[in-house]
């Protein structure tokens, strides 16, 4: 029996089964309030394009493992194990092998044969993009374009061009690429802002070089932080490699999203994906445009998320802000006084919610401005005036290793630490005026994740100066509270909640 007549089997029996209960019911209901994207994607597929790269590569480079070619899955080689596909016999596109040179013959394939021995085009990735105005300029993702020599553009009419890179930003995956072309159909751009939950949206692209494939689902959320630069869209439309650089359309067939990350364990769709919110694109292409760069504001420090536990030993409100964990030396935030320890609750008035929204309201202030900061340091709110300046490579102290002091064991006490007096010219070298060095974590502190070399600047609103000062304060605690301990460890500082132990307890 083969699989064909037994399923008409089943089906016929569904069926017979069935008439008896609805013998008056001549066709099926129409389906109600389910939307029909076909008009959308009449209007907005002519602006997605194809993107794909090709990088410059010597006769020696270009050996092939049986089996291999450069066929669609040339991006998921390139995104997932960081290496170019190589590229297969000669002639053969990244397309499902339809010839690249169709409609002009450019960029399609090798400048040489196998055989030629002289460097030739390998084609490396395949992505998406979309037209943003009449002139040629095309959005995609940074990654899409990343470490390529030449990167090809192809409409929807199969017109391919060589387009010029104008600038692209790692930082929010953002690259914009001009083409040699004019009455082109741009995208209508949305308000990313007015993004709902739940609401259908389209995603167009080339998912494995499948070009202007057409997938459809909701909005999951919105502001999903995934330790990027920018809070992320998420929705389950289906986007797999390839799908990078394309739009993501609301139903009005707006534009308020680039497709950029999935979330998968395969390599494939696995129904999370994450789109870079337009407006937050936007800005950064039109820096590209004008300069070629994107030029953003700092102020030297390194930030982490404020937990509920910290912030209910600190006395904060409600769970907010931005921990500062370390302060660059001479940066802004240095010269206004900001210390490790300190939370940021508001930048310019603008509320710090998460420890991700800090470096998107500095990083959009244009270098020079006078901005105000609010902090929480001590039970006690603060504003200090900070000038923002331009942002740069990171630079931080470290500490002469060969300094550190020979420690004798002290006592442990209720937090389970044994700590020992820091020297006075590693106090100065490691730029504090205070604080303890672990010697020894046990208890509760090894639970913690405290270790030995750690240092000790602060135990709840009490700045620590000395050993002795330090077994005094812990003496102290609330063995009912959690105890806000301020932990410096290499260049990085953080609070660390630790409930103290009672007497007897280990």
Not at 164 to 175: E, P, W
Request: hydrophobic residues 40%.
């Amino acid at each position: 029996m083969t699989i064909l007549p037994l399923r008409k089997f089943f089906a016929a029996a569904v069926v017979a089964a069935c008439l008896p209960f609805a013998p008056h019911v001549a066709s099926a209901a129409p389906a109600a309030n389910l939307p029909d994207f076909a008009d959308l994607v009449d209007k907005v597929g002519p602006s997605v394009v194809n993107i794909r790269t090709t990088t410059r590569v010597s006769s020696a480079q270009r050996g092939l493992p049986p089996g291999m070619d450069n066929g669609d899955m040339s991006e998921f080689f390139r995104r997932f194990f960081g290496i170019p596909l190589p590229q297969g016999p000669q002639g053969q596109s990244p397309r499902g092998g339809q010839g690249g040179g169709q409609g002009g013959g450019q960029g399609g394939g090798s400048d040489s044969g196998p055989d030629g021995g002289n460097d030739s085009e390998q084609n490396s990735g395949v992505g998406s993009g979309f037209i943003l105005s009449s002139d040629g300029y095309v959005m995609t993702n940074a990654h899409v374009v990343d470490d390529a020599d030449s990167i090809y553009v192809t409409l929807t009419d199969k017109r391919e061009f060589k387009a010029k890179l104008i600038g692209v930003d790692d930082r929010t995956d953002v690259a914009v690429v001009k083409i040699q072309a004019s009455n082109l159909p741009a995208v209508t751009m949305g308000d990313s802002n007015k993004v709902r939950v739940g609401e259908w949206v389209v995603a167009i692209g080339s998912p494995f070089g499948l070009e202007n494939t057409v997938t459809a689902g909701i909005v999951s959320a919105k502001g999903r932080d995934t330790g990027d630069y920018l809070p992320f869209i998420q929705t389950d439309v289906a986007v797999n490699p390839g799908n990078s650089g394309g739009p993501l359309i609301n139903m009005q067939g707006e534009v308020i999203g680039i497709n950029s990350q999935i979330y998968s364990r395969t390599g494939g769709f696995m129904g999370i994906s994450f789109a870079i919110p337009i407006d937050e694109a936007m800005r950064v292409a039109d820096q590209l445009k004008t300069s070629g760069k994107v030029t953003r504001g700092r102020i030297a420090v390194a930030i982490g998320e404020v937990t509920k536990d910290v912030a209910d030993s600190l006395g904060l409100p409600k769970t907010q802000g931005a921990l500062v964990s370390s302060v660059e030396p001479g940066g802004p935030a240095d010269k206004a006084g900001i210390q490790p320890g300190d939370i940021i609750l508001k930048f310019n008035g603008a509320s710090v919610d998460t420890a991700t929204d800090l470096p998107r309201m500095v990083g959009d202030t244009k270098p020079g401005t006078k901005a105000t900061i609010t902090i929480w340091r001590k039970g006690a709110t603060r504003d200090l005036p900070i000038t923002v300046a331009e942002m740069q490579t990171d630079k931080s102290a470290k500490a002469d290793p060969k300094k550190a002091p020979e420690p004798k064991p002290r006592a442990s006490n209720t937090l389970g630490l044994a700590v020992v007096d820091i020297p006075a010219d590693q106090m100065a070298q490691l730029k504090i005026k205070g604080g303890v060095l672990v010697d020894s974590a046990d208890g509760p502190a090894a639970r913690a994740g405290l270790q030995k070399g750690d240092i000790i600047l602060r135990v709840g609103d009490t700045d620590i100066t000395s050993a002795k000062q330090f077994q005094d304060v812990t003496a102290r605690l609330d063995t009912q509270k959690m105890a806000a301990v301020l932990v410096r460890r290499g260049d990085n500082t953080q609070f660390v909640p630790i409930r103290p132990r009672a007497p007897g307890q280990k």
